[in-house]
């Protein structure tokens, strides 16, 4: 096999080379392990658009510092130091390769992607290497990123941070609390490890999940990032299907500038075809909300921006019409033995997923497997027990689904007939917590509706539709919301709703 490598590599062009063999060792590192330390490649492609971000910028190549702190094969800092090296055009080659090694700097946690890394470039800079009559300036330190003291000197933090869930001790805790919330995850701490390195001034720039922009678990590192260094560009990278498989499914690249106040967010959408080809498109541009640990709205399509454009003027929520949102309350795999195929004492209704259905209404079943349609209460469940109408949203949908966001009303006629239902906790709920100025009707409509299904997909970048991205969604006033309660109660047909709600959102149906 080494063998076959060797010959095909032979056959590239260097960089392609280069590329093929350092992304091969990821690729071929067993599943657990790679999960582990978080192990994906970066394309050609990104890394180019990455970097020409960085020199749009400002970054001057013949005097930045630049670091990647999780270095993995080296494909930025190939790049980066392909760069550097231009930009000293014909300087003498002591001096070009002096100046590469004092600038330039890739830290690894993997000593074997490191050295991969350190031989990739030292034949980038193979001529200059044998000109020079010197050794290779070491560029790779193997070191834990999490554990080194940081020193904020580097003029570009880039690279592709690792990702996944990461268990912190209780130092490692306190460390990066200022940017967690709840679990961490690799990329968000390794955010937060790019301020403490990057100057006054000086560029980050990321390729990160745009589940970064949305959810409860970023909130803190997203105020973090408004205060210390706010975005200043955002492409989001659409990949045709087949290509980097399980890599770029809802990607970003990221531009902060330390230091900087928050300013309109330029937006691209980056249509990735292959490994070495990007087609950029301008996207127009998104301002952060008033407070900056809500989601982040971004278009995350070229037809969005009208729409960002008059939502980020709503400041309505659906707190303002009365209603909070939870999770349904039951575990099922918890409480099997209470699951139960017959109506007897002390059960009730165990509402499913799917008794949502896909055209919005409710239906009462269980027919998946494991599922069964009731549940019989024992002494103490009592807090498992709804006993309100209210409306029910399916919390986990994928971004290929025509809708995201799939709700139905629970009816309250169910509910008292039962005396209450037990809701699984693959359903969100939308609860009254005073007396609601919309009908649970509307409000089922609203979010049954194709525009605010749009403005859903511009704020998650992950399958769960989560409480909390739910209660940020920007909502028409309650007193707009009259005609829409006045169209159910006439039977309006749904294109008739539809059109009305689009024009809430100030578009037109479409």
Known sequence: MARG??????SLPII??????????????????????????????????????????????????????????GAFLVQVALRMRDAHGDSEPAFVLAQIGNRLLGLEIDAHAASLAQAALEIVLGDLILA??????????VCDTMEETPEAKYDLVIG????????????QRAKYARSLYGHANLY???????????????????????????????????????????????????????VFEDVLQETLLALYRRGDDAKRIQVHYLQVDNETEAKVVRNGT???????KLPWLAPRDPKHSALIAHVERMPHRLSDWGYEISTGPLVWNRHKPQLTHNLEKHCHPLIWAEAVTSDGRFAFRAEKRNHAPYFKMKTGDGWLLIEEACVLLQRTTAKEQARRLIAAELPEAFVTEHGGV?????????????????????????????????????ISGSVAVSAFELGALPMPSAEAMKEIEQMLAKRASKAKLEAAISALYGQEAA
């Open 132 to 141: 020079s009559g010197r050794a290779a300036p070491m560029m790779l330190r």
């Open 422 to 458: 037990v809701v699984e906790n693959h359903l969100n709920m939308i609860r009254p917590k005073e007396p609601p100025k919309v009908s649970a009707a509307a409000v089922a409509a609203i979010f049954n509706s194709r525009v605010v299904d749009e403005v859903f997909r511009c």
């Open 16 to 73: 392609e080379a280069i590329h093929y063999l350092t992304s091969l060792y990821p690729a071929m590192l067993p599943e657990r392990r790679r999960s582990e330390v978080g192990a994906f490649y970066t394309p050609p492609c990104l890394v180019n658009r990455m970097l020409d971000l960085a020199g749009e910028a400002g970054v001057d190549w013949t005097s930045a510092r630049a670091l990647d702190p999780a270095a993995g094969g």
């Open 160 to 171: 592709n941070p690792p990702y996944g869930r990461v268990t912190l001790d209780v130092a």
């Open 286 to 292: 998104v301002g952060l909300p008033n407070d900056p």
């Open 188 to 242: 968000g701490v390794f955010t937060d490890i790019a301020l403490r390195w990057t100057k006054l001034n000086g560029l980050i720039a990321y390729l990160t999940p745009t589940s970064m922009l949305g959810g409860q678990y970023f909130a803190a590192l997203r105020g973090l990032l408004a205060k210390e260094a706010p975005p200043i560009g955002i492409d989001f990278v659409h990949a045709r299907k087949g």
């Open 5 to 10: 490598v060797g010959q095909e590599a032979a």
